[in-house]
């Protein structure tokens, strides 16, 4: 069972997911909390509670990151656990996603904030 908890944070979404990212109803959960986003400059996945992730999985988090950046909004993965990392690195995907600390993106967001106040 896959369960997504968003937290958005100003023009950030930050979408907590825990759980397996594997072929099944689980891919279709992720996919669906993922694209609700649109209207976000920064879609943000935390992956600290991923136990598992297969090649569906893979695909998915590769198919999110061409929609959302074609369209000009930022797609990034926080708190990666080292099972995905693993993975990652396995498959030379982790050259292709930007991976972010959770202190970047909650920095980040605050430093928006202040610029679009001073707008």
Do not use: Y
């Not at 995905?84 to 982790?94: G, Y």
Request: hydrophobic share 45%.
């Amino acid at each position: 069972m896959l369960r997504v908890r968003i937290e958005n944070l100003g023009p950030i979404a930050i979408l907590h997911v825990a759980g397996a990212i594997v072929i099944g109803p689980e891919i279709e959960v992720l996919r669906r909390s993922v694209l609700s986003q649109s209207g976000m400059s920064t879609v943000v996945l935390d992956l600290e509670q991923v136990s598992r992730i297969d090649a569906r999985g893979l695909g998915l988090l590769l198919e999110l990151r061409e929609h959302f950046e074609s369209g000009g909004v930022e797609f990034r993965l926080m708190n990666v656990t080292s099972l995905v990392e693993q993975i990652l690195k396995i498959t030379c995907l982790n050259s292709v996603f930007e991976i972010a600390s959770e202190e970047e993106i909650r920095s980040r967001d605050l430093l928006e904030l202040v610029l679009e106040e001073m707008r």
